[in-house]
T-cell receptor, first 110, second 113 residues
Framework: DAKTTQPTSMDCAEGRAANLPCNHS???????VYWYRQIHSQGPQYIIH???NNETNEMASLIITEDRKSSTLILPHATLRDTAVYYC???????????FGGGTRLMVKP | DSGVTQTPKHLITATGQRVTLRCSPR?????VYWYQQSLDQGLQFLIQ???????AKGNILERFSAQQFPDLHSELNLSSLELGDSALYFC????????????FGEGSRLTVL
């Protein structure tokens, strides 16, 4: 699996948008970008994924750069319950190839 | 609630012992994955089964084994336990064998004393 690079931690004010960046400069053409989050010691939770187009669902938006070397996960109105570790993963769509790195610890503050 | 059920939630045992962790996947999911999460290693992929057959192997120790039964539930067996095996063990499931959208259970926390 290609590696991704994420900031170790970020803070965000409650109610504001949280923008979590991820670099995946060695991503190959058939690899998707997946985002998961893990709220303290709970099981990881799937958020969203994309190949090259921007994606949006009820949880978040995913913006992928045209060269696909980086992406941003956007939580439009962060709440305290969004405090978690967010993992950006590039994968060839095979579950066994999901390699979780260190992720970004997002702290949403009141 | 992801629909994936893991038992037991907590387990404390001694070095040298053997334990079995159980996982029931989401209804309709054919693929089951096991991950280990320890403080110093992060989330590590152990093994994947699809419809009863082993599909992929990750960093699973020889002391560990797993299987998926005809009813699709899975068990992870950990033997000759060492202190370093203390970790959270997560099971995940997906509909197909080639899906990056996994649904994780709440984990089984194993403490080896």
């Amino acid at each position: 699996d290609a590696k991704t690079t994420q900031p170790t931690s970020m803070d965000c004010a409650e109610g504001r948008a949280a923008n979590l960046p991820c670099n995946h400069s060695t991503i190959s053409g058939n690899e998707y970008v997946y985002w998961y989050r893990q709220i303290h010691s709970q099981g990881p939770q799937y958020i969203i994924h994309g190949l090259k187009n921007n994606e949006t669902n009820e949880m978040a938006s995913l913006i992928i750069t045209e060269d696909r070397k980086s992406s941003t996960l956007i939580l439009p109105h962060a709440t305290l319950r969004d405090t978690a570790v967010y993992y950006c993963i590039d994968s060839n769509n095979a579950g066994n190839m999901l390699t979780f790195g260190g992720g970004t610890r997002l702290m949403v503050k009141p | 609630d992801s629909g994936v059920t893991q038992t037991p939630k907590h387990l404390i045992t001694a070095t040298g012992q053997r334990v079995t962790l159980r996982c029931s996947p989401r209804s309709g999911d054919l693929s089951v994955y096991w991950y280990q999460q320890s403080l110093d290693q992060g989330l590590q992929f152990l093994i994947q089964y699809y419809n009863g057959e082993e599909r992929a192997k990750g960093n699973i120790l020889e002391r560990f084994s797993a299987q998926q039964f005809p009813d699709l539930h899975s068990e992870l067996n950990l033997s000759s336990l060492e202190l370093g095996d203390s970790a959270l063990y997560f099971c995940a499931s997906s509909v197909t064998a080639l899906s990056g959208e996994l649904f994780f259970g709440e984990g089984s926390r194993l403490t080896v004393l």
